[in-house]
């Protein structure tokens, strides 16, 4: 059985910092790329950053230079670190593992942790 189980979402005030992270079992961690994505009320869930299992990164062009996305393998977890966070970043950020193969491809996702910037 899959499970990502994320942590660390909270209220935070604009120009703040909150780390993400999430922790996957049931899967070979480190032969799925990985991201995150959030959801704004009334929005479509949209990509935040990726980081496939060999380590590139990819980021949405809105957090580009204030989200990091790191991973550990020993860990089996994915992190996110969100730095100068604005208002605009209110909103349910969800772990994703990906993997695909010539024939396949498969999709997990977490439950969601809400974050909220607000002073």
């Known amino acids: 059985q899959v499970q990502l189980v994320e942590s660390g979402g909270g209220l935070v005030q604009p120009g703040g910092s909150l780390r993400l992270g999430c922790a996957a079992s049931g899967i070979i961690f480190s032969r799925y790329a990985m991201g995150w994505y959030r959801q704004a009320p009334g929005k479509q869930r949209e990509l935040v950053a990726t980081?496939?299992?060999?380590?590139?990164?990819n980021y949405a062009h809105s957090v580009k230079g204030r989200f990091t996305i790191s991973r550990d393998n020993a860990k089996n977890t994915v992190y996110l670190q969100m730095n100068s966070l604005k208002p605009e970043d209110t909103a349910v950020y969800y772990c994703n593992a990906h993997i695909s193969t010539v024939l396949t491809s498969s999709d997990y996702w977490g439950q969601g942790t809400q974050v909220t910037v607000s002073s």
């Open positions: 980081i496939t299992s060999g380590g590139i990164t």
